[in-house]
């Protein structure tokens, strides 16, 4: 079978991960891939910021579960690195161009025997003091950009499921 069509089929959301950092070198090859993706026009709206650092890590982990509604948990399950996808509001394709980014992120990471998973409430995240001070410290104008998702990495300590794809899933016209 085609490997990338292989990739496609056996990637899986993943929500158990070990404590193993992922080395610095990986990381850079999965962020270089979101690079690459497509975005309207060609305007390449998105940013990706990588977080390994653990402070940050917790504390927009903990900010995410509060918006949530589920203080006490981590909505990243134990992934070491965060991946997060921003692209610029002013662009009409921003929502679409930071999804196809999430998309070469994860098939990239298990291209590399890493596990992801795509995790809601960016947008939230980033709409908050908070959020917009990480952004700052970066020197990005957090009115300019919209969280799209977050890209959680690490070493599997599980392996994910498939469901079943459902019937009429898809429809030719001949």
Known sequence: MNEVLKNIEERRSIRKYKEDMIPKEIIEKIVEAGTYAPSGMGMQSS???AITNRS???KLSKLNA????REGEDPF???PVVIVVLAKKDVPTHVYDGSLVMENLMLAANSLGIGSCWIHRAKEEFETEEGKE???TLGINPLEYEGIANCILGYKDEEGNLKPRKDNYAYYID
């Not at 509060?66 to 509604?69: E, L, P, V, Y």
Request: proline residues 0%; charged residues 25%; glycine residues 12%.
């Open 47 to 49: 940013i990706i910021i």
């Open 66 to 69: 509060k918006i949530m509604g």
């Open 134 to 136: 990480i952004l700052k």
């Open 56 to 58: 940050v890590r917790d």
């Open 77 to 79: 399950y134990g992934a």
